[in-house]
């Protein structure tokens, strides 16, 4: 099956630094990736949906400036969290979706998951 | 409300129990997904279902389009099992459930 990886797996970082986070569709073209957050005991939450080579779409409440989005090429997004504070703390999954498996179908990575000190 | 309701939260069994989540939705979607995600976070794809029942080794999923239901069936429940099992509907994105938490006895 399709799969899709992210790295780091987890990081611990001081407040007021930037961090990135890589997402990689390991062995299919992802025309479309999806960052996600998910909070302690809460529900994943859409951050923002990604197109090669175009801007990131952002979800309604989500800084465009704090969480950058780059999708450069069909089997690699970055999200990078600048200028992180301890409220940026939580488990960041990312996933993708193939051209050529069936509409809508996601497949998810493995989550990053953040500290900010 | 939540556009995605799912029940129970949390759910414990005795190992070989036959167990069911249910989902609710209250959107038109054009597809219903069952997640599992175990104690790590790692997020693994169970079923995609637009209509009637797929099943996958001991994993049952049905969804009844009118009723705006879908039902996750897991039968001779084990250890393993234990994890959060989301269910998520398209709409033009990705909606989720908030989980329902399953813990399986030996």
């Known amino acids: 099956g399709a799969v899709v990886s992210q790295h780091p797996s987890w990081v611990i970082c001081k407040s007021g630094t930037s961090v990135k986070i890589e997402c990689r569709s390991l062995?299919?073209?992802?025309?479309?990736m999806f960052w996600y957050r998910q909070f302690p005991k809460q529900s994943l939450m859409l951050m923002a949906t990604?197109?090669?080579?175009?801007?990131?779409?952002?979800e309604q409440g989500v800084e465009k400036d704090k969480f950058l989005i780059n999708h450069a090429s069909l089997t690699l997004s970055t999200l990078t969290v600048t200028s992180a504070h301890p409220e940026d703390s939580s488990f960041y999954i990312c996933?993708?979706?193939?051209?050529?498996?069936?509409?809508?179908?996601?497949?998810f990575g493995p989550g990053t998951r953040l500290t900010v000190l | 409300k939540n556009e995605v309701e799912q029940s129970p939260q949390n759910l414990t069994a005795q190992e070989g129990e036959f167990i069911t989540i249910n989902c609710s939705y209250s959107?038109?979607?054009?597809?219903l997904h069952w997640l599992q995600q175990h104690p790590g976070g790692g997020i693994v794809s169970l079923f995609m279902?637009?209509?009637g029942k797929k099943k996958h080794g001991r994993l049952i999923a049905t969804i009844n389009i009118q009723e705006k239901h879908s039902s996750l069936h897991i039968t001779a429940s084990h250890p393993r099992d234990s994890a959060v099992y989301i269910c998520?509907?398209?709409?033009?994105?990705?909606?989720f459930g908030t989980g329902t938490r399953l813990q399986v006895f030996p």
């Open positions: 959107v038109g979607i054009s597809a």
């Open positions: 990604s197109n090669e080579g175009s801007k990131a779409t952002y």
């Open positions: 998520a509907v398209n709409t033009d994105k990705l909606i």
């Open positions: 279902l637009s209509s």
């Open positions: 996933s993708a979706i193939a051209g050529d498996i069936p509409h809508n179908e996601q497949f």
């Open positions: 062995d299919f073209q992802a025309t479309t």
